[in-house]
Structure formats: C-alpha cells, structure tokens
C-alpha cells in the first residue's frame, strides 16, 4: 500500500484485499461479480470486462468495497479518464475563424450577385437587342387606357415615335411567366417540330412570333376575322396585339391570353 | 439554396430536455449549457396582463419558491413531460439563441430531444411542436434509455444486451439495448421530483414542519442515501412550524431521509425487477455478468447502487459523469445521424 505510485491498480486491488483478509471468492460474492472477472482486474486484465465503462465501474465498486478512494484509481487506469466529460462553458467557447465566418460567405454571395446580375441583364439585351434596336423606350412607357392599340406597337417597331405609343418594357417574355400548361408538359423538343400555333384574329392585331433559334415566323397585322397557323420549332416568343380579341390554339389546346395582357398587348414564350 | 444557408447560419443541437435541467449539445462543440429548466415570468398589471418572460435557467431557479405576486418562477416541465406549453417554448427558444454567437439571423438549427419512452404521442408531439415554435428546422426524437446507453458508452450496436437505469427528476427510465435497438423500456413517473417530494411530507409528518422544494433538493444532495450505511450524518433545516406558524430550525439525519425515500425507491426497484422479469433469457444473461448501469442526476444518490445490487444480486455500476450521459448521447447521435438512424424514434 506504501508503494501506491508504483503499483498497478490491480496490485493495489489486490493487496488492499489481502489486508483486509477477504478472500478472491468473497469479494465476488460481496460485488455480484464472477471469480474470474474480479481476478482479472487483479490482473489488470480489463480487456476482459468489456467496455470501458464496466471496466471503470467494477473497479469503482471493488474499490468502494476495500475502503479505497475510487478516483484515484480510475485516473491511474490507462493513465486518464477514456470518456472526457467536459463541460464547456456557456458562452459559446470557440468563436468562428474569420475565414468561415458566415458574414464573408454572405458578402461574397452578395458581391457575386451584384455583379453576375448586370453581367446578364447587359448579356441578355445585347443578344434580343439585334432584333429590335430602335426601340424607344422610355418615351412610349405611359400606357393608354383604350387605344387604337392594333397600330400602337407597329408604330412603336417600326421607329415612328408615337409619344403615347404603347410600347412594352425591355421585360422579356419570360417576365410575364411561361404559360403553365406549356411548362408542365416538360421542356424536351419533339423532333419532328409538330408545334403548331393557330391563331383566330376577332379584331385586327399586330402579331410577331419567333421560333428556337430567333427567326422571325410571323410579323405582320392580322385583319379582323381572320385567322393563321404558324409551324415552327419551340419555345416561341409571341407577341400579338389587342390581345382580347384574339384566340390562341397551341397543338390543338387554347392557351387563356389573360394572364399575358399588359394593357392590350401579350407577350409570352411558349415552350416545348 | 436557401436551405443550404439556413444550415450554414445555424449549428445543430441535442437537447436533453429534463425535468429537472437541460443541457444543449452542439455539434462538434460538446455541452455548451447545462442549466435548469425554470422560467420565470412577469405578469404586467398595468400593460393589461401581458406576461413576459424575466429570466431564465439559473438565475429563474433562485427565484422558486421566493417571487412575489406579479411574478412567477415556473419550472415548464413536469414528469419528464410539457406541462406548460408556451413557457417550454420560451424556455427552449432563450436556450437555443444562447447557444449561437450573436448573429442577426433567427437560428434555425436540426435538433435531436430526447423523450422518456413511456411519453404519450401527445407528449412527444408537445414536445416537437415546441422545439419547431422555438426555431428548430428539423426535429428528431430519441429515447431517452437509447440517449443514457450511448452516453454512458455502453456498446448499444453489438449483439450483446446491455441495461440503463436513468433516473431523472421527473421519470426513470429502464431500458434493455441490443443491436441498436430498445429490447425492452419501461418509464415510471418517479424520480428526483418524487424523493424531495417524500422528504417534504416526511418532515411534515414527522416534525410538523413546512421546508420548501429547494430545501428538500439541498436535504437530498447533502445526505440522502438509499442503502443504510456505516455513518450517520445529520444536518440543521429551517422550516415553517405547522403549529406555532413561525420559522423553526431543527435537525434531521440521514436515517430519516432513507426512510422518508423508501417509497420512490421501491417504485424504482420494482421497475428494474419488472424490466429483468421481462427480458429475453439470453439478453438476460449478459446482464447477469456485466451488470447494469445507472445514468441521471438520481444516480448520485449516495448508495443507489449498493440498493439496486442487494435487491436484484446484479453487479450495478455508475457511469462516468450520470447528469450528462443523456446529452451526450444525443449529441453522439447528433454526430453520427447518418449512421445511427435506428435509433431515432418515429412520433
């Protein structure tokens, strides 16, 4: 017992039992154990009691047996506790590193996004800006209430500035929303370029359609009563004046033009 | 994308939500708070009633048992259960910021609890709505004898039976575990509650005097014992005299307070005797020679262990640290969700 920093935790087990005069069989008797598994921790076999935490617990319970103070031998049991239990102060104890700190993830989205976003604009209006480079458009933003609006936006396209010309924003089709009938059916091109557009006019309307690859289908004013079909390759961007007064057939299914109209004009891309 | 940011702004938690103290695991932090689940709350007379919540946790638990009128120390929790649903929610949602660095966004943390397993649906549900309306994105139950095995590190995947007796403040939980699944479990309302509860009425009983819970608690800690032993302690109270109606002081000893616990106690032994008698033979055997492990505040209970050994004749052995195996376990869960998906449980 006087040799405690040298002795092993089974040596002092066992010596501490000597003294006492407890035999290995009543020790095993007294802790509920098997011979075998109280021999091995005199051995300081604890392999063989299983997990670390039986391991610890026998011996914390044979120590309590003999008298001795159980956590100075746990310590001394390889060398330190296995289960680190520490309990970390309540303040959060590890501030973020800078380089992780979500501020700078988020600064870097935001800077991407302020740049990537005028990079687009200026990227999608050059690429539509072939079509129609002469658009007027900040002249021909107020809208007219009921408009000879048949002629309005040829009078728009073709450069005549008409000062209250209704003329649409630079918005693209796609501002307005794709049909949801056409998107729902999925974006996959038939091959044989079966899409067909047939349009009723019930009142004259300026009309352009264009195809996949931007050529031009139809451009032109519809008189009143008459009617058009238009093949090409999908998605179209349509544009068709006086929308009201017209009916729209996409594939043998009417497409509703409400939801497109800005004032009296609909513009929307058709897809698949 | 807007999930992906939610979870980078916010760290995931387990929670060992108890009775008695809760204690928040976060991911590879470790316990970051451990305090006890107690609110109190001010009811303003003059903006009409509105309550509103002063403090929380360690600083509302000096407040029980001493607020005047307008205000109120309320511990939300009951039998291991919600017994007061928006004080929970308060509580947890205090909890969960305390936990984030200071950050301008709402912290929507992945959250495991832990539920006693013997909780109703009802209860479990309480307790998943109440982690949502405090902030959680996502909510994932564990119970809570799966929790303490994990935590006290007891080899919960092999095919081995291994046995937990966690005893909390509001229920103790008897669970048998094999191959990553509960075998058996078993939940009695007794627990930490419970035994100063019987001090209280012991000590009204026997000395006609009135003590409070925490005087109780404070018996309990400092000399409560479960199993006879070789020294007796005894130890100044104050309380209130039934009779003369003033404070008094007077001593009680440890023997009185082993008699005062008989009661919970034997509902204690009784739901291990009853967990043994309905384990399978073989799992039964493993149990047999390693023994059972006890997690949970009422783990320290001087001579629990000695109590559950002489009258199940079963090695019975502490774990390392009782008060956090539960959180620890979850937190390992936590760590390991992917892996370790058995053993979460399903509403």
């Known amino acids: 017992m006087s040799e405690n920093g040298l002795a092993s935790v089974g040596q002092i087990l066992r010596e501490a039992r000597e003294a006492q005069g407890i035999t290995l069989d009543n020790a095993a008797v007294r802790l509920r154990l098997m011979h075998r598994q109280v021999e091995a921790m005199e051995r300081d076999d604890f392999e063989s009691l299983g997990q670390s935490v039986f391991a610890r617990g026998f011996v914390r319970n044979y120590a309590r047996l003999l008298g001795l103070a159980p956590e100075s031998l746990l310590t001394r049991m390889d060398g330190a506790p296995t289960e680190p239990a520490a309990v970390a102060p309540t303040e959060p104890a590890l501030p973020r590193s800078w380089l992780t700190s979500p501020w700078l993830i988020l600064s870097l989205l935001g800077l991407l996004l302020a740049v990537a976003v005028p990079v687009a604009l200026y990227a999608w209006l050059n690429s539509d800006g072939g079509e129609r480079p002469d658009e007027p458009v900040p002249a021909a933003m107020q809208p007219r209430p009921a408009p000879p609006a048949a002629s309005a936006p040829v009078a728009a396209r073709t450069g005549v500035v008409a000062p209250a010309a209704l003329v649409p924003p630079a918005t693209p089709a796609a501002a307005d929303g794709t049909p949801p009938e056409a998107t729902a059916s999925g974006t996959t091109e038939p091959a044989a370029n079966g899409s067909v557009l047939h349009l009723d006019f019930g009142d004259e309307s300026w009309t352009e359609i264009k195809d996949a690859s931007g050529r031009m289908l139809m451009r032109q004013l519809n008189p009143a009563g008459s009617s058009a079909d238009v093949h090409g390759q999908p998605p179209f961007d349509v544009v068709i004046g006086n929308a009201a007064q017209v009916q729209v057939t996409y594939n043998g299914r009417p497409i509703d033009l409400k939801p497109f109209i800005d004032v009296t004009v609909a513009r929307f891309t058709l897809e698949e | ?347």
């Open chain 2, 1 to 347: 994308m807007f999930k992906f940011l939610t979870s980078y702004f916010s760290t995931d938690l387990a929670i060992d939500l108890g009775t008695a103290n809760t204690l928040i695991y976060v991911r590879d932090r470790g316990i970051v708070l451990d305090e006890p689940s107690v609110v109190s709350i001010r009811t303003d007379a003059a903006a009409g009633g509105k309550r509103t919540v002063q403090a929380v946790g360690a600083e509302a638990k000096l407040m029980l048992g001493r607020t005047p009128g307008n205000l109120q120390a309320i511990r939300p929790m009951k039998d291991g259960v919600i017994a007061d649903f928006t004080v929970t929610e308060q509580m947890l949602k205090y909890f969960i910021k305390k936990v984030h660095d200071t950050r301008m966004l709402r912290p929507s943390p992945r959250i495991i609890i832990c539920v006693p397993c013997g909780s109703t649906q009802v209860e479990r549900r309480a307790i998943r709505e109440s982690a949502i309306g405090a902030g959680a994105r996502q909510v994932y139950l564990i119970e809570e004898p799966m929790a303490a095995a994990i935590g006290a590190g007891l080899p919960v995947a092999e095919a081995t039976g291994s046995m937990v007796v966690d005893i909390g403040g509001g229920t103790t939980e008897v669970g048998v575990i094999s191959l990553g699944g509960v075998v058996y479990a078993n939940s009695v309302r007794v627990g930490g509650d419970r035994m100063d509860e019987a001090i209280i009425n012991y000590i009204r009983r026997n000395y006609g005097m009135l003590i409070g819970e925490a005087t109780a608690e404070q018996i309990k800690k400092k000399m409560g014992s479960a199993f006879p032993g070789a020294e007796v302690l005894e130890m100044e109270v104050k309380g209130r005299s039934l009779a003369e109606g003033v404070p008094r002081s007077f001593n009680v000893s440890s023997n009185e307070i082993l008699e005062a616990l008989t009661e919970p106690l034997n509902a204690i032994v009784s739901a291990v005797k009853q967990a043994l008698e309905q384990t399978p033979p073989e799992l039964g055997a493993d149990i047999a020679e390693k023994g059972m492990v006890l997690t949970g505040g009422g783990a320290l209970l001087r001579d629990l262990d000695r109590l559950l050994m002489e009258e199940t004749g079963l090695p019975v052995i502490v774990a390392d640290d009782p008060l956090t195996c539960v959180v620890r376990g979850s937190g390992r869960a936590l760590e390991e969700m992917d892996k370790l998906a058995s053993v979460f449980t399903n509403e």
